[in-house]
T-cell receptor, first 115, second 112 residues
Framework: DAGVIQSPRHEVTEMGQEVTLRCKPI?????LFWYRQTMMRGLELLIY????????DSGMPEDRFSAKMPNASFSTLKIQPSEPRDSAVYFC?????????????FGPGTRLTVT | AQSVTQLDSHVSVSEGTPVLLRCNYS??????LFWYVQHPNKGLQLLLK??????LVKGINGFEAEFKKSETSFHLTKPSAHMSDAAEYFC??????????FGSGTRLSIRP
């Protein structure tokens, strides 16, 4: 398996623009997670899907952020409008199962820079 | 409530010497505990996990960790450091799929 695939790997955009990050989880995994990593706040869980349904989005910072999972093999995280404070590395991870004992497999991340 | 504290933000050891990365946690229930490693510009990779089986857990690349409930600790060790071990290490506590807390990370440097 190719692992979790994220695109793009790097994104540079101007404040106010819409940004869409994409993720393809590992085939057969039924849980998907979006994280944000910054120097100041470390790794933060933004949203968690199970069987394509959002289960917990309490980590989504504000209404400018939205996430979808239209099918088991694809998810998007959208920021509209983007702001400089959104600059971070965004990771997608997937796992099999929804209990705490299942390890997560992380993608390589998307480095977002908002100028 | 749950939390995780990595006691050292940076650890530096010489190649061939032992590695100790310290992690303390708190959890209302029996948690699952993990160590992940992140190499520069890469995603996180699982090193090992504890899920209430054996208290001494062996992971990849010679790493192991011991779960000590009385001390609420889950320290990561390796007998002999290798240059390729230089990376950021994260201790993680999880009570459920969405209640997952990452530590602040420990940067491990290896001196030749």
């Amino acid at each position: 398996d190719a692992g979790v695939i994220q695109s793009p790997r790097h994104e540079v955009t101007e404040m106010g623009q819409e940004v869409t990050l994409r993720c393809k989880p590992i085939s057969g995994h039924n849980s998907l997670f979006w994280y944000r990593q910054t120097m100041m706040r470390g790794l933060e869980l933004l949203i968690y899907f199970n069987n394509n349904v959002p289960i917990d989005d309490s980590g989504m910072p504000e209404d400018r952020f939205s996430a979808k999972m239209p099918n088991a093999s694809f998810s998007t995280l959208k920021i509209q409008p983007s702001e400089p404070r959104d600059s971070a590395v965004y990771f997608c991870a997937s796992s099999f199962g929804q209990t705490s004992s299942y390890e997560q497999y992380f993608g390589p991340g998307t480095r977002l820079t908002v100028t | 409530a749950q939390s995780v504290t990595q006691l050292d933000s940076h650890v530096s050891v010489s190649e061939g010497t032992p590695v100790l990365l310290r992690c303390n946690y708190s959890s209302s229930y029996s948690p699952s505990l993990f160590w992940y490693v992140q190499h520069p510009n890469k995603g996180l990779q699982l090193l090992l996990k504890y899920t209430s089986a054996a208290t001494l857990v062996k992971g990849i690349n010679g790493f192991e960790a011991e779960f000590k409930k009385s001390e609420t600790s889950f320290h990561l060790t390796k007998p002999s450091a290798h240059m390729s071990d230089a990376a950021e290490y994260f201790c993680v506590v999880s009570q459920s799929a969405s209640k997952i807390i990452f530590g602040s990370g420990t940067r491990l440097s290896i001196r030749p």
